[in-house]
């Protein structure tokens, strides 16, 4: 085998090696978070946090409408006390009772409408609540499937591995380097495959004399994207 078929080879090998490595670190990703999870335990946070506010509301209205109760009972004993005499106190007095009953009926309506948000939050982190457990529930399960594959890809990486150390074995040393180097400028693929008179990898025809030098073996990288050219 030309080293040129081995190093073809060995491009394979790392091929298989660096999908390996992607779907590892995925699967990692997965295992440890939770995008959409993560998104709703924030939102069932944020609505909490809209309900406390909603009671903190509602606990200061129903506190104010106490005070105005109040209010309203004293004058409304004062009016039926002997102590008003003179019809100018006796009208202060109603003035104030009136403003007190009408305060007191704008603090109840904004009470109810309180109240609607309470409710209507309330249901809504109830509805999150049972979102989130169904999310949990179905994430353990799916954990275990991707421990799962994680394992059987060790398993498969252990192969691939071996495999690479016996391709790597008959490629002198400064091609493996020039190789390498090529793999990490050219995304992983440092040798094209040649199709027709195209390279494989830029699908771009090759000069006449670059094909026939290919043809006769030698190492020749493609005039378009720089990559080795391997005819098989």
Known sequence: MSV??????????????????TRTRELQRLIADDPHL????????????ALREHRLIQA????EIA?????????????????????????????????????THD???????????VEVTDRRLADL????????????????????????????????????VRRVAPIPADTLQHYERLRREKGGRAVSVVQGHMCGACRLTLSAGTFTRVRGG?????????????LP
Do not use: M
């Not at 040129?4 to 490595?21: F, G």
């Open 107 to 117: 603090l109840e309506d904004a009470l109810l409408a309180t109240l609607e948000d």
């Open 218 to 230: 030698s190492f020749v990288h493609c005039d378009h994207c720089g990559r080795l050219l391997y």
């Open 67 to 103: 005070t105005e109760q109040e209010q309203i009972t004293r004058r409304e004993e004062l009016l039926r006390s002997p102590s008003i005499q003179d019809e100018h106190s006796y009208l202060a007095v109603q003035q104030e009772l009136d403003h007190h009953r009408n305060h």
């Open 4 to 21: 040129l078929a081995d190093l073809a080879a060995l491009q394979e090998v790392d091929s298989q090696r660096d999908e390996l490595i």
């Open 129 to 164: 609540d049972r979102e989130i457990a169904a999310l949990e529930a179905g994430r353990v399960e799916q954990i275990k499937v991707w421990k799962k594959e994680l394992q059987s890809i060790v398993t498969a990486g252990r192969g691939i591995e071996a495999e690479r």
């Open 60 to 63: 200061r209205i129903e506190g």
């Open 38 to 49: 993560t998104e709703r335990q924030q939102l069932r946070a944020a609505v909490q946090q």
